[in-house]
C-alpha cells in the first residue's frame, strides 16, 4: 500500500487528460471554442494539466486571472490561451490592472455595464450576460433563473429595453448565459437556446458572440446531439461564434479524497469509523446532503460503518457504507469524483489541515506537491507571529 500523509488530494494527470481530450473532441466537432472554468478547480497541477487543450480560461476573479496568467500564459509557458472574465461583481481595478489582455470581459449587469465601459481596453471584446428565465433546476440556491435572480439581465426586460431603442446593446459585442446546474441532458440547453431565440432575436444579430457556459457534464460524442444542434443554431442560424466553459465536466472525475480510519467504535445500529478528513474538505457533500462515492463500497458488504469526519460538528458525516472486507484503525478510504468543487470551497473548521495535494503520473508514480502547515492557518487568522509548538 501507498504511503500518503493523509487527509490527501489526488490528481490523476491521466483521467484529466481522457476527459479535457473529450470536451475538445466535442468542441472541435461542434466547432466552438472551449474555456475551461477554474472556479470548479484551480489546483496547479489541474490549470497546467488542461491549459494545451483549451483555448483559455473563463474566470471570476482577480486572484484566479493572476494564477491563470501566471501559470499558464506567464513568462516560459508554452500556452497562449485567451483569458476571459465573467463574474456578478467586477471591479475597475481589475480592469486597470489587466488591460489589454482580457480577451473578454462579460458585465452582469446593464447597470455595471454603463459605469465601467470606459475602463474597458479597447483590445477587449465586451459581454452582457443574460438571464433566459428558463429554469431546469429544481434547488433553488442552484438556478440561475430563479425568482429575483441575481444573474444576468432578464432577457424579457432586455427584449423590452431593444423595442424602445434597438441601438441600447451598442458597444456590447457578445452575450453569455449560464442556466443548468451539473446537468447531463442537453435538452434543456436546446430549450433554452431556442426560447433566447425566440424572445431575443434582434439581440442574437447585433452581437458576434455568445457564451453557452457550464453547467453540463458531457459524457461522450454519441450523447451530444442537442449539443450540436444548439451550436449550430447560433452559429449557422446568426453568424455567432460559440464558447463554452465547463468545469466539472473536465475535473470532476480525476480527483480522489484518500482518508485514515483513526478510530472505531460502536454506534446504535452498526459501527462508526472516524476519518482524518472532513466536510471542511468536500463542503457540497453537505450542501447538498449527498452520500459522496467511495471505493470498495457495496451494497451487500457484510462490514457496515458510518464514515465519520474528524470535526465537533454532528453533521460531520459521509454516510453509511458496507465492505466485503472490515476496516481497521490505520485503513484507507477513498472518495471518488472529487475533483470538483471540493479544493476550491475546502476550509480549516476547527483548524483541521486542508488534505495535502499529491499528482498522480501518468507513469503511475505519486508525487506530493504541497503540504498544509500551522503557518499557513495562522496567516489566515490574520497572524504571522505566532511560532509553532
Known amino acids: 500500500m501507498e504511503v500518503l500523509d493523509t487527509p490527501a488530494y489526488v490528481i490523476n494527470e491521466k483521467i484529466l487528460q481522457s476527459d479535457i481530450g473529450l470536451l475538445r473532441q466535442i468542441a472541435d466537432q461542434a466547432g466552438c471554442r472551449l474555456l475551461y472554468s477554474p472556479k470548479a478547480s484551480s489546483l496547479a497541477p489541474v490549470l497546467t494539466g488542461v491549459a494545451a487543450h483549451v483555448d483559455g480560461f473563463a474566470c471570476s476573479s482577480l486572484f484566479e486571472l493572476r494564477l491563470v496568467d501566471a501559470l499558464c500564459r ?24 489587466f488591460g489589454d489582455r482580457l480577451n473578454s470581459v462579460t458585465f452582469n449587469s446593464m447597470s455595471q455595464w454603463r459605469k465601467l465601459q470606459a475602463r474597458v481596453s479597447a483590445s477587449t471584446s465586451i459581454g452582457l450576460r443574460i438571464n433566459p428565465e428558463l429554469s431546469f433546476v429544481h434547488d433553488t440556491r442552484y438556478d440561475p433563473c430563479r425568482l429575483n435572480s441575481k444573474l444576468g439581465v432578464p432577457i424579457s426586460r432586455l ?46 444579430e447585433a452581437v458576434s458572440w455568445i457564451n453557452l457556459g457550464g453547467g453540463y457534464i458531457f459524457q461522450s460524442v454519441e450523447e451530444s446531439a442537442a449539443f450540436f444542434e444548439t451550436v449550430a443554431l447560433f452559429c449557422n442560424g446568426f453568424g455567432l461564434q460559440v464558447f463554452i466553459e465547463p468545469g466539472a465536466a473536465a475535473v470532476r472525475r480525476c480527483g480522489t479524497i484518500v482518508a485514515t480510519v483513526r478510530d472505531i467504535f ?62 481497521s484503525i490505520g485503513s484507507q478510504v477513498t472518495f471518488l469524483n472529487m ?14 489541515a486542508l488534505p495535502s495535494l499529491y499528482t498522480r503520473r501518468d507513469t503511475g508514480r505519486l508525487d506530493q506537491i504541497w503540504a498544509d502547515h500551522f503557518d499557513n492557518f495562522a496567516n489566515n487568522v490574520g497572524s504571522s507571529t505566532v511560532a509553532p509548538a
Open 339 to 352: 475533483g470538483a468543487y471540493s479544493a476550491s470551497k475546502a476550509h480549516r473548521f476547527n483548524g483541521v
Open 266 to 327: 460502536e454506534g446504535d445500529d452498526c459501527q462508526i469509523a472516524v476519518l482524518d478528513t472532513s466536510v471542511n474538505h468536500m463542503p457540497e457533500v453537505l450542501e447538498f446532503q449527498f452520500e459522496p462515492d467511495v471505493l470498495g463500497h457495496v451494497d451487500d458488504g457484510v462490514h457496515t460503518y458510518v464514515l465519520a469526519g474528524c470535526t465537533c460538528l454532528a453533521g460531520d458525516m459521509f454516510g453509511q457504507y458496507a465492505f466485503d472486507a472490515a476496516l
Open 74 to 97: 506567464g513568462e516560459g509557458s508554452p500556452h497562449e490561451g485567451s483569458l476571459h472574465l465573467v463574474s456578478p461583481l467586477i471591479d475597475g481595478s481589475t480592469l486597470d490592472e
Open 159 to 204: 427584449a423590452d429595453l431593444m423595442a424602445d431603442d434597438r441601438g441600447v446593446l451598442q458597444g456590447i459585442d457578445g452575450l453569455h448565459f449560464h442556466s443548468n446546474c451539473e446537468s447531463t441532458d442537453f435538452a434543456s440547453l436546446l430549450a433554452t437556446a431556442r426560447h433566447i431565440q425566440d424572445v431575443i432575436p434582434e439581440a442574437l
